[in-house]
């Protein structure tokens, strides 16, 4: 179950698009710039680390059984496991949507504002807090792989 890369970019660029032209759009009807507030850019980490915190006993029973070499190890609900894997895939591709919204948004900041000073900085911080939670999609997805074969060979 890969994501193709091809579909990253093309969300991350939908993103981007989507963000500009929502801010040409709004600003051109006269209505404020779409900014980020705190509680947006707190909401996003929050579900970054939030699935990367979930996923955690999962990647702690692949790192114990690699280890170990011994199947007394207790193994986490398969059901959940692969529930959790599809949420951080959801998590990384929304991440990646709201990153490139934000850099949409300072593009369009940079290039066609007059006064962007006051709205670099909040578009800033969803830049990071969209960074955030795409690593922290990226992070539960790779805390969900599979642990390797007794024979050393990758699942």
């Not at 951080?88 to 490139?100: C, D, K, P, Q």
Request: net charge positive; charged share 10%; glycine share 14%.
């Amino acid at each position: 179950m890969k994501l193709d890369i091809r579909f990253l970019i093309g969300w991350f660029v939908f993103g981007g698009i989507s963000g500009a032209g929502a801010s040409q759009i709004a600003t051109g009807f006269g209505l404020g710039f779409p900014a980020t507030d705190a509680f947006l850019a707190t909401s996003l980490i929050a579900i970054g680390i939030g699935i990367y915190g979930a996923t955690f006993p999962i990647f702690r029973y692949r790192n114990q059984l690699e280890k170990a070499q011994q199947q007394s190890v207790k193994r986490p609900d398969p059901l959940l496991s692969f529930r959790l894997l599809v949420l951080a895939r959801a998590v990384m591709i929304t991440g990646l949507g709201f990153l490139g919204w934000h850099i949409g948004q300072l593009i369009w900041l940079w290039l066609f504002s007059i006064a962007p000073t006051g709205l670099v900085l909040p578009t800033l911080v969803g830049v990071g807090a969209s960074l955030l939670m795409y690593l922290g999609g990226l992070g539960a997805e790779y805390n969900c792989r599979l642990p390797k074969d007794p024979d050393g060979e990758t699942a």
